[in-house]
């Protein structure tokens, strides 16, 4: 099993920068892909960016040139780094780790955080 322990939401007016992160604990986190998705009041829970077990990123393109998502395996942590907030990026942002069998890469379990608010002032 995984636990995700999150970090970093609060309040930053426009233009400013947070990171965000996300620890993980039990099993191998080198084994771990780890994803952000956002979710603002009234509406669907949206994909943000993902990194996987190679490192190889993906992102929205709402977010693409702003944020910027990491690991640090040593750590057992990812990042997101988010720059050039908007007011639009205001959302509970949730973590998301779906923790591979190393041999095929199948999802054996999948985790979500509790969620940490980001509101971005005008």
């Known amino acids: 099993q995984v636990q995700l322990v999150e970090s970093g939401g609060g309040l930053v007016q426009a233009g400013g920068s947070l990171t965000l992160a996300c620890a993980a604990v039990?099993?191998?986190?080198?084994?771990?892909?780890v994803s952000w998705y956002r979710q603002a009041p009234g509406k669907e829970r949206d994909f943000v960016a993902r990194?996987?077990?190679?490192?190889?990123?993906e992102y929205t393109d709402p977010v693409k040139g702003r944020f910027i998502i990491s690991r640090e395996n040593a750590q057992n942590t990812a990042y997101l780094q988010m720059n050039s907030l908007k007011p639009e990026d205001t959302a509970v942002y949730f973590c998301?780790?779906?923790?591979?069998?190393?041999?095929?890469?199948?999802?054996?379990?999948?985790?979500w955080g509790q969620g940490t608010a980001v509101t971005v002032s005008t």
């Open positions: 039990g099993g191998r986190f080198s084994y771990t892909r």
């Open positions: 998301n780790a779906d923790r591979l069998l190393p041999y095929n890469g199948r999802v054996a379990l999948n985790t």
């Open positions: 990194i996987g077990v190679d490192g190889t990123t």
